[in-house]
């Protein structure tokens, strides 16, 4: 096997305050980035009740609260439902590319954040080859000290672009479902999938080879990636 695999994934919600069209834009300006890379884009599209995360509400007859912080338009049970869904099209992009060993997650409407580009994306999708390290970028440093409640993202880590080697990508998302549910049981309330990464690194029987570096919502989320690969 070899070769970098980006993936990206896509549904509807009615009502999301970035509307359908929007979406499709920020889509097209992400498939620019195809030549500039080592193969087409892996992307995902089904309707909310093909996302594990709904199925699994509809089978457990769980009814939970959610989070929404300062935004209720954007932070609905669908929205954070289709967050949950990322390492589900990760895993289905291996299936569908044995052949490739590392998967990296986009956003969808990644261009929506600023200073960002496909060059810049490009560089960094081309240099993650690391088949030994999970690789996702945050705000903020690992502090014990910071409580931050269940209502609010946490931004230990981003969710915009991650890096998972194959090996790893089953142990990932089967705990990564398994803090969702164990939150969901214990507390009823549904949140980012933010907030269950960093729960993992302290909840999580399977431990993980994360590693974690500096970004903020912006080119850093790329530029920053811990290989030097972008010049500066």
Known sequence: ????????????????????????????????????????????????????????????????????????????????????????????????????????????????????????????????????TIVIPGCWRRDPARLVPDSQVNWRYCGGFFVVPRKYLIDFDTAFRAETIRHLRDTNNLSWEVNTFQRLETHSAIRLPIWWYQADHNASLFTNYPRAVHAS
């Open 1 to 132: 096997m070899s070769g970098v695999q980006l993936v990206t994934g896509y549904v509807h919600i009615a009502d999301h305050p970035r509307p359908h069209e929007e979406y499709e834009k920020l889509l097209d300006k992400l498939i620019e980035i195809v030549p500039m890379i080592e193969n087409p884009i892996y992307f995902c599209q089904h309707p909310i009740d093909q996302c594990w995360l709904f199925k699994y509400l509809q089978w457990s007859g769980l009814e939970p609260t959610h989070s929404v912080a300062d935004n209720p338009k954007k932070n609905t049970p669908a929205y954070h439902i289709v967050q949950h869904q990322k390492l589900a099209w990760l895993c289905a992009a291996a299936g569908a590319k044995p052949e490739k060993d590392v998967f990296v997650w986009v956003d969808a409407g990644i261009h929506s954040v600023p200073g960002i580009t496909n060059e810049i994306m490009a560089t960094t999708i081309n240099a993650a080859k690391d088949e030994n």
